[in-house]
């Protein structure tokens, strides 16, 4: 077994989330499927880094949970407000910009 | 990658461990991806961000590891539970497609997507060895990610505090709701409110014990003999119990049973609750199909 075997599983992880991101609807599990691409980016920095033999991989995957806190914050904010108004978390109703 | 390169090898543990979560981080992926309840999906993403963690452990990185199940399962997961819980349960798809075929697109070129990434990645690094982080863990891993972030990426680090700040800023602003000088209350209309007519200050009835019955089922008895439908827990009656578990128990009512369970004030709470979220005929449409008529989407919702 190779560190590669880690990238792949990263990859295969970054491509479920993308695919969540395209067939959901619930704007609460698009974030989620927007953190599971974090995180597998997350597991192919740290492995980068331990293949390259530096820490720098995984302070990179550090600032990257930090802004995926940060990300967190912000849109599910954004997510109470919308519900707020529109009673309704589907990103399909919020298509007032549409027209 | 030169032959005097330090060489980690992998142990037969690490090995182990890879192919025992790797499978199962790929199976909660795709579960989170798929499970209907918005809930599910929450609890599989802790499921792979666990397993991320131990890899992180596991490839020489404790401190991330950790951080990654302290930060990402403790805070940001628990946060995203804290609001599904305000939005509501209902918070499961639609089955409509706005776009025609999307969804097999979707599922087409995630496929094709993971097949390209997936075999460039194993053609690319399939024969490279790790070199490994035992130079770069001493003393210890805290002590070198230390040593970097607070050198060579001091500047990031200090951009992310006003990243964190603008972020709680932010959030605070968009969950403020600004209500307008007019129709602020001051405390002496809220306490006259309180006690106007029409409404009842004192605490609410519960649900009692009874001699035929001690379920929280039965409804509480108001001054008068008739049930007090506000005593019983909405959801329950519709979730986990049956119709005649439901039912009010008789405590010998001289108005009978159920006089006033089950009136119209009963409908007018479920649209006054449910009905904004739940009842709403196009986003739930083919979600829940209700069990029986008498299982409303208010219930369902909440």
């Known amino acids: 077994m190779q560190p590669g075997y880690y990238i792949v599983l990263a990859a295969l992880l970054f491509t479920i989330g993308a695919v969540g991101v395209l067939i959901r609807r619930n704007a609460i599990v698009l974030f989620m499927c927007i953190e599971l691409m974090l995180n597998a980016s997350n597991l192919a920095l740290v492995t980068f880094g331990r293949i390259n033999g530096t820490l ?44 | ?64 590891g950790l951080a990654q199940i302290i930060v990402y399962t403790g805070a940001i997961m628990m946060l995203f539970l804290f609001v599904l819980m305000l939005v509501g349960r209902d918070a499961s798809d639609s089955l409509i497609e706005v776009l025609r075929g999307q969804r097999v697109a979707a599922i087409l070129l995630g496929i094709g997507f993971a097949g390209l990434v997936a075999t460039a990645f194993y053609r690319a690094l399939q024969d490279v060895p790790a070199q490994g982080l035992q130079t770069a863990n001493v003393p210890s891993n805290v002590h070198g990610i230390a040593a970097l972030m607070f050198t060579r990426y001091i500047f990031a680090f ?41 409404n009842y200050p004192g605490p609410k009835a519960g649900p009692g014990v009874y001699a035929t019955s001690d379920s929280v089922a039965t409804p509480a008895r108001l001054p008068d003999g008739r049930h007090s439908e506000r005593s019983v827990p909405q959801i329950l009656p519709k979730r986990e119990l049956t119709e005649a578990e439901a039912a009010p128990k008789g405590t010998a009512s001289p108005f009978g049973r159920g006089a006033e369970y089950g009136g119209g004030s009963t409908v007018s709470r479920r649209s006054e609750y449910g009905g904004g979220a739940a009842g709403r005929p196009d986003d739930s449409a083919g979600n829940h199909v209700p069990a029986a008529p008498s299982v409303g989407q208010g219930g369902e919702g909440r």
């Open chain 2, 1 to 64: 990658m030169t032959a005097q390169l330090a060489v980690e090898a992998i142990s037969t543990g690490e090995a182990w461990v890879f192919w025992t979560l790797g499978p199962l981080a790929v199976l909660a992926a795709i579960g989170m991806v798929v499970a209907r309840n918005a809930v599910h999906s929450a609890l599989f993403l802790v499921l792979v961000m666990l397993c991320l963690g131990v890899f992180y452990v596991v490839q020489s990185g404790p401190f991330i």
């Open chain 2, 158 to 198: 200090e951009v992310t505090s006003a990243l964190l700040i603008t972020a709680a800023t932010g959030a605070m602003i968009l969950a403020h709701i600004e209500r307008r000088r007019d129709q602020r209350q001051t405390q002496p209309e809220r306490m006259r409110s309180r006690f106007a007519p029409g």
């Open chain 1, 56 to 99: 720098d991989g995984q302070i990179m995957a550090f600032f990257v949970m930090v802004v995926a806190a940060a990300e967190v914050v912000v849109g599910l904010a954004i997510i109470m407000s919308i519900f707020r108004t529109r009673r309704s978390a589907s990103v399909d109703d919020a298509n007032l910009l549409r027209y």
